[in-house]
């Protein structure tokens, strides 16, 4: 590992324990790589994270890190982040602990628009219990618990975000690992709630299963499916069938909860100077 | 010049399959190793792709 990005990581801890080519690792290490770019301040920075191989990031991050319970990543740093305010807090999900169990909160966190920054490990799967399908499992995809193929529809999560009120939505992949860091940095700059997916691969348990090849291959398939919002907008729907748009795709200015809250408190107190 | 750390190499292959010169393989125990430093271009890319940061691309010390 590079010097720069030795601070961020607990080096005793690796080699994590991700299978050989999860996409995992690339996502920690853009995230790694963000904060070297960006400077950030260790010591008023938290990682927050929920339940399944994703959620293993926080235990290799050198930070402040809680590890919580499935679904629940971001309650606890909701928590955080009141009695915290100043300091920067990163989420780590998957698509599961995210849009399944952790979907409630998901919607109350946008809704509020709290200075958080989620970054959603989309691998498409259960990856941690054994490739059961998850909510971001394509239809028609194979998983334990759809052996003939997915019978739900798809599912997008940047429209979820964006109707629950998200100001920061972004979509990048582990193939794009330069957009990817370029979206981090965006995303822990922006003030108010901001959620990055990323498409990874889950090799052992979804690739393998839907015949996607080595991890390589699959990462190719990610280049081949992204498509940027300027594509997108000049292709028939019958075009964008199997794509997904990545890049920037929402960014507002809106209220920020908890410097609504502290302002509100201040008032009640009577006035700044007290 | 690439250097690969062979302790956190676990093999995966995508370095190998995804250089765009080709320039590493996988060695006899399945670690990728820097094969062909003639054709390397120093992208950089094995670098950020590499999900266990076991590779340092040092882009001066080409010659
Ligand atoms: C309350 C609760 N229900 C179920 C589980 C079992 N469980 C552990 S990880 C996981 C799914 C993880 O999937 P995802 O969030 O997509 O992450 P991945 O492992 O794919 O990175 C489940 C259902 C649990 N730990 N706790
Ligand atoms: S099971 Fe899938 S998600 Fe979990 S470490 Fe292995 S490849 Fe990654």
């Not at chain 1, 030795?6 to 080096?11: Q, V």
């Not at chain 1, 979907?103 to 989620?118: C, E, F, K, Q, S």
């Not at chain 1, 929402?250 to 920020?256: F, K, L, R």
Request: hydrophobic share 35%.
């Amino acid at each position: 590992m590079r010097d720069e990005l030795k601070p961020y990581f607990r080096e005793n801890r690796l080699p994590h324990i991700w299978c050989p080519g999860c996409g995992h690792g690339i996502i920690m290490g853009a995230l790694a790589r963000a904060m070297a770019k960006m400077d950030i301040d260790k010591k008023n920075t938290a990682v927050i994270s929920g339940i399944g191989c994703s959620s293993r990031a926080t235990g290799y991050l050198d930070f402040d890190t809680l590890h919580t319970a499935h679904g629940r990543a971001l309650a606890f740093a909701t928590g955080y982040k009141m009695v915290k305010p100043e300091s920067k807090v990163i989420v780590l999900t998957g698509d599961g602990d995210c849009t399944a169990i952790g979907g409630n909160h998901l919607i109350h966190v946008a809704r509020r628009n709290i200075d958080l920054t989620t970054i959603v490990f989309n691998n498409n799967i259960y990856g941690m219990t054994g490739g059961q399908y998850s909510p971001l499992t394509p239809n028609g995809s194979k998983a334990t618990t759809s052996p003939y193929g997915n019978l739900e529809r798809n599912f997008d999560l940047v429209q979820l975000a964006k109707g629950a009120g998200a100001t920061f939505i972004a979509r990048s992949t582990v193939y794009h690992v330069n957009q990817l860091t370029d979206l981090i940095i965006k995303g822990i700059n922006h003030k108010g709630f901001s959620l990055i997916e990323v498409v990874t691969q889950c090799p052992t348990n979804y690739g393998r299963k839907n015949k996607m090849g080595s991890p390589a291959q699959m990462m190719l398939w990610q280049k081949e499916h992204a498509v940027t919002k300027a594509q997108a907008d000049k292709m028939t729907a019958e075009e964008l069938k199997d794509k997904f748009i990545v890049g920037l795709l929402h960014q507002e200015e809106a209220p920020e909860y908890t410097e609504q809250y502290a302002k509100m408190v201040a008032n009640l107190m009577g006035g700044d100077d007290k | 010049m690439v250097i690969i750390d062979q302790k956190l190499c676990k093999g995966c292959g995508i370095c190998v399959s995804l250089c765009p010169k080709q320039a590493l393989a996988l060695n006899e125990v399945n670690k990728s190793y820097y094969a062909h430093p003639d054709v390397c271009i120093h992208c950089g890319m094995c670098e950020l792709w590499c999900p266990d940061y076991a590779i340092i691309v040092e882009r001066e010390s080409k010659e």
